[in-house]
């Protein structure tokens, strides 16, 4: 917390708020004016909000019931009964993709991206709609060859893909981590330029995908 | 841009800002040596017009393509003694004083000194306009409870209609000699005062087609002398102009500018109104002289351009003391309208809408100031140009709901065409244009009235009983009979308030009448009555509220803290207060930090902003003022907040002793954590359409702007916004990095142009306080 003068206190601040889900919707609802005007909708993001298949299915639920469009955004790394249950009460899915290589996968996440390409090959026949969103990371995937990877198995269900996002990884998290009292995970080193972004875009484009930087 | 547009605006920006004498040592001249004193009040003042016109020295500035200054030359700023004398020690200040100056040369000074001041002083309209107040107005007046624009400024506040590009003086002139003929019989007691009033708007007519000729005149002579064939033949045809308008109505583009500009020039020499004087619905009066090729594009550009230097080489005339506190800007509020609706209801967006967007982007001029209407009629692309402008921070357009100011002019009373033919003036303030008087009377501290309320009427800082002994705050058993006496408070001050101004107005239709002005605003010309009389078709009186945030936050505070929570006491509080929480301060970190605020979209917070602002309607709209209208209100501060904040005390949202107050219907600065949507849906709340204007102001720093899907979401913004009947919603668009750079150097920052507050500004002609709340409200919309 910061205080008038801008001195930190030496005061622990609770984060976060209990909410049932009829209060979150009707925090939604209030803005839902906003969400016809622009054509836009509720995102259901995390962590992975997978994780609270639970409530996650009850909202979805009260937003359709609302006529209130949804997104989910998944890392997709979700046991496939829950992905399939909470997918198909979604309009759109938000659908990180780190790397097409498992061994990368593993290094940097901890775990393997088995079920997320099994996930993804079943929203292929299934739908919904996803927009992929692509963390560009410095030494783990900032190559054109990584790109072209990603790119052909997005090419298996095209039909599905709204949008290819590339985020470039970026340090603006430092303040959380210090909050938390939590150096900085070492590893990852240098920026991703906007000019590299541009030739990763180039990349997509070219295999026909609508691509953007940021989002 | 075209070399001789750089050469002239680069000329309008490094002019000084001078206060100049002439008009005041020939007004002076005028009422000691030439006054007919056998003739009545309005021909008086036009014959004043006419000898300052065909007196005054003609400025034609080289390369020039319109023409025509108020003072000798650019910037040099008249004053008005008849209004208000200046006085040495005034003249002084306002030489010297760090923020909006005027350099007085000793030539100017003398001319106070021995002949203007020993003319005027004691007789001025100041002077009588302050011995009218009563007691308690003047009690009320210095506790800074309101402020009285009249008091150094005549009454005006008012936009040219769509008349005046389809006439010229000689018709007007006609007009006239018709309603005499018309009434010359008549056996009512009226009838010579009537006629009085038609003699006197003929001479002010012939008086502006006098001056246009002299302006012929000179450029006939600089043509003669002239070398440079095509500058020759530019002098001829500008002199051929000036020969043909303002007299006769404008058949061509560059004539129409001229046209406008002399009006113009007519309406701020006669006297100074409020808001200089405004062409209004710009696109929709140009088109007819530009569609089907009248003239090419680059030319009418350049006329355009040449058009916008004319408002940047004029200064509102300098103020002082309180008036000067309340408007602290060189900007005299000209505000272009573009866009809307035509007449018959339709999209108005035509193609001189865009050229006019254009000229506003590469002006990037503090004057005029410009805005969009924009109506649910209107395309997204031109909400989309005005973006392209608004993102490169300099505080222009700002952004209307026409929708909304034609419901507000309808439930006035207006005709649904008059309505539509409106738009905004000044800041923000809807109106008739070309059929209506809306005066602007002075600003209304609502924070300060609830402080007055929890002392028992009494003003701790003047140390006078200024109000209606309410109850001691601490006798209130709820929250409503607190809410109960503020009312009581809002109603007691808004009466004398306009007790005062109905004698002011009287004042100025006896006294000051504008006999030009009356000429241009409907129905003065066939009601024979004077624009100050009450001879417009519709004739409003406004007071501007001031602080809804602030007092908001405030009363929200007594609610949660003194009676839900019951966490302290109203006496604790009271004491809190008075020690300006000097030994609180955990308490207002609390107050600050953990208490329920306006503009979060949090109805606990935002009940308290709709019961204020429905006593503070209550309390004015639908009173009679004395020009057979009614008094209305709006919801703006230009920069009446911070003087507003000065004079009060510390306030139960924890904000201290001094600071400036939220302006318009914005949030507290730093209060709105939630998102920009809750604070237009809380900014919402409030009926909007029984104003006659509000104001918010958003702050959104450059990156907003990058990204290709932002001007779609803004635009959704916006039209989500004016769904819910907002009224106004302006950008402001700079880093916070930026503005301390430019705090630091002032001198490598002088083009910096922010928003304040229904207006732009100069960052560097900013007090230090207003620099710093903009440096505060940008810092909070990085965060």
């Known amino acids: 917390m910061r205080s008038l003068n801008g001195h930190r206190h030496e005061i622990t601040e609770t984060v976060g708020k209990w909410y049932s889900a009829d209060e979150v919707m009707e925090v939604i609802l209030k803005d839902r004016l906003f969400y016809e005007e622009s054509g836009g909708g509720v995102t259901f993001s995390g962590g992975e909000p997978m994780l609270q298949e639970e409530f996650l299915k009850e909202m979805l639920q009260l937003c359709k019931h609302n006529e209130i469009q949804t997104a989910v955004d998944t890392s997709g790394s979700v046991e496939t009964e829950v992905f399939k249950a909470v997918s198909g009460k979604a309009d759109l899915l938000l659908y990180d993709i780190k790397t097409s290589d498992e061994a990368v996968h593993i290094e940097n996440t901890g775990s393997d991206n088995k079920l997320i390409l099994k996930n993804l090959e079943w929203v292929k026949e299934n739908g919904p709609d996803v927009i992929i969103r692509i963390p560009v990371i410095p030494g783990v995937n ?51 330029t906007s000019v590299e972004i541009k030739g990763f875009m180039e990349v997509f484009s070219q295999g026909g995908f609508p691509v953007k930087k940021g989002g | 841009m075209k070399d001789r547009v750089k050469e002239l605006r680069k000329q309008s920006l490094e002019a000084e800002n001078r206060l100049h004498h ?50 000798p030359s650019p910037k040099a700023t008249p004053t008005y003694p008849e209004i208000s004398l200046h006085s040495l020690d005034d003249l002084d200040i306002l030489d010297s004083r760090p923020k909006v100056s005027f350099t007085v ?24 306009l302050m011995s009218l107040m009563s007691p308690a107005w003047i009690r009320a007046y210095e506790a800074g409870v309101y402020t009285e624009f009249q008091e150094q400024r005549a009454p005006g506040h008012t936009v040219l209609g769509k008349k005046l590009w389809e006439k010229g ?21 009226h009838t010579n005062e009537k006629i009085d009033q038609l003699r006197a708007m003929k001479i002010a007519a012939s008086a502006l087609i006098t001056y246009a000729e002299r302006h012929a005149e000179k450029l006939e002579k600089l043509a003669s002398a002239e070398k440079d064939k095509r500058r020759k033949d530019e002098l001829k045809e500008m002199a051929r102009i000036c020969r043909t308008v303002p ?16 009006i113009h020039l007519g309406v701020i020499t006669e006297l100074n109104p409020w808001d200089s004087f405004n062409p209004g619905r710009l696109d929709q009066h140009l088109m007819p002289f530009y569609s089907s090729g009248k003239i090419d594009k680059e030319k009418a550009r350049e006329l355009l351009h040449c058009f916008w230097i004319k408002f940047n080489n004029h200064p509102a005339p300098p103020k002082m003391g309180v008036t000067a506190q309340e408007s602290n800007t060189y900007t005299d509020f000209a505000l272009i309208n573009t866009g809307g609706v035509k007449e018959d209801g339709s999209d108005a967006v035509n193609e001189m809408t865009y050229l006019i967007l254009e000229v506003i982007k590469e002006m990037r001029l503090l004057q005029p100031s410009s805005m969009v209407q924009v109506s649910k009629k209107n395309p997204d692309r031109f909400i989309h140009k005005a973006l392209d402008i608004i993102r490169t921070g300099f505080g222009q357009p700002s952004v209307f709901n026409t929708d909304a100011i034609i419901q507000e002019l309808l439930r006035q009373g207006k005709s649904i065409e008059d309505a539509r033919n409106g738009g905004a003036s000044g800041c923000v303030e809807a109106g008739a244009f070309g059929t209506e008087s809306y005066i602007l009377t002075g600003y209304f501290n609502l924070t300060k009235i609830l402080e007055i ?28 009979e607190l809410i109960g006496a503020f009312g009581k408070q809002i109603k007691y001050f808004a009466d004398v308030k306009m007790e005062g101004n109905k004698k002011i107005e009287h004042l100025y239709a006896t006294q000051l009448p504008v006999p030009f002005l009356s000429l241009l605003i409907d129905d003065c010309i066939s009601n024979a009555r004077d624009y100050n009389a009450g001879g417009a078709r519709y004739n409003t009186s406004y007071i501007q509220g001031v602080g809804l945030g602030s007092v908001t936050d405030s009363l929200t505070s007594l609610r949660y803290h003194v009676f839900d929570k019951k966490s302290i006491s109203m006496e604790g509080m009271l004491e809190a207060l008075d020690r300006n929480f000097s030994g609180y301060e955990e308490f207002r970190e609390e107050l600050v930090y953990k208490t329920p605020k306006y503009g979060n979209d949090d109805d606990y917070a935002d009940r308290q902003a709709v019961d204020t602002f429905n006593m503070f309607f209550g309390a004015v709209d639908a009173i009679p003022n004395h020009r057979g209208g009614t008094f209305r209100i709006n919801m703006l501060p230009t920069t009446c907040h911070i003087y507003f904040g000065a004079v009060t005390g510390a306030t139960p949202d924890g904000r201290k002793s001094g600071i400036p107050l939220s302006e318009g219907i914005s949030p507290v600065q730093g209060a709105d954590s939630n998102s920009p949507t809750a604070v237009l849906k809380s900014a919402a709340k409030i009926d909007h359409i029984k104003t006659g204007g509000t104001l918010l102001n958003q702050k959104f720093t450059p990156s907003f702007f990058d990204d290709e899907e932002s001007y779609s979401k803004l635009t959704s913004l916006i039209r989500s916004y004016f769904r819910m009947d907002g009224h106004h919603i302006q950008f ?5 990095a930026t503005l301390r750079k430019a705090q630091k150097h002032p001198e490598k920052y002088r083009d910096l142009i922010v928003r304040v507050a229904g207006y732009s500004d100069y960052f560097n002609d900013l007090g230090e306080d207003l620099q710093n709340e903009i440096i505060l409200r940008t810092e909070h919309g990085e965060e």
């Open chain 2, 247 to 262: 007299a006769n109505a404008p058949s061509g583009f560059h004539e129409a500018l001229q046209h406008y500009w002399f």
């Open chain 2, 105 to 128: 040369s000793e030539e100017t000074r003398n001319a106070y000194k021995e002949t203007i001041i020993p003319f005027w002083k004691g007789k001025t309209n100041r002077d009588k």
């Open chain 2, 453 to 480: 309320c929890l002392n028992n009427g009494y003003d701790k800082r003047t140390k006078h009983q200024v109000g209606p002994k309410t109850g001691e705050a601490g006798s209130f058993s709820s929250f409503e």
């Open chain 1, 142 to 192: 900032n190559n054109n060859e990584e790109m072209q990877r990603i790119r052909d198995i997005l090419v298996t269900l095209r039909k599905r893909v709204k949008r290819v996002d590339l985020l470039p990884y970026h340090r603006l998290g430092r303040q959380k981590f210090e909050n938390l009292g939590m150096t900085r995970r070492a590893g990852i080193k240098g920026e991703i």
């Open chain 2, 169 to 189: 003086m000689l018709d007007l002139i006609a007009e006239c000699d018709d309603v005499l003929a018309r009434i010359e019989n008549d056996d009512s007691p």
């Open chain 2, 732 to 736: 402001n668009v700079i880093s916070a």
């Open chain 2, 22 to 71: 002439e008009r005041a040592m020939l007004v002076t001249r005028f009422y000691r040596d030439e006054l007919p004193s056998y003739e009545p009040v309005p021909v008086q003042r036009a014959l004043a017009l006419k000898y300052i016109l065909e007196n005054k020295e003609i400025y034609i500035g080289h390369n020039e393509l319109i023409v025509g200054e108020r003072g």
